[in-house]
């Protein structure tokens, strides 16, 4: 990361707008309430964000895989139990390169 780059936790997307070739996504973060609100801003221009877009779904099959890997290692490594599902759980970190 270089070093003006700031780190922005959100929880899901508040809203979306492209206006003049530029994407805007309000981010949002739950509040203490429960309800998003907002807590920044990613500005894109619309040119690029099927390549950003292209990038998450690469993460996300990335993130997919790496939980499919940890499931069948608990599954390989527990002995034979009732047949009920393993809770989810995604590997604790992995580096994705886009």
Do not use: W
């Not at 099959?61 to 002995?79: E, H, L, W």
């Amino acid at each position: 990361m270089s070093q003006n780059s700031s780190v922005l936790f959100a929880d899901g997307v508040l809203e979306a707008s492209v206006h003049y070739g530029v994407t805007r996504i309000t981010l949002a973060q739950s509040g203490s309430d429960g309800k998003p609100v907002p807590c920044g801003q990613l500005v894109i221009p619309v040119v690029q964000l099927p390549a950003f877009a292209n990038s998450l779904m690469t993460l996300l099959k990335q993130i997919d895989s790496k939980v499919k890997q940890a499931q069948q290692a608990q599954q390989g490594a527990a002995p034979a139990a009732p047949a009920e599902p393993a809770p989810e759980a995604a590997p604790g970190s992995f580096r994705f390169s886009g």
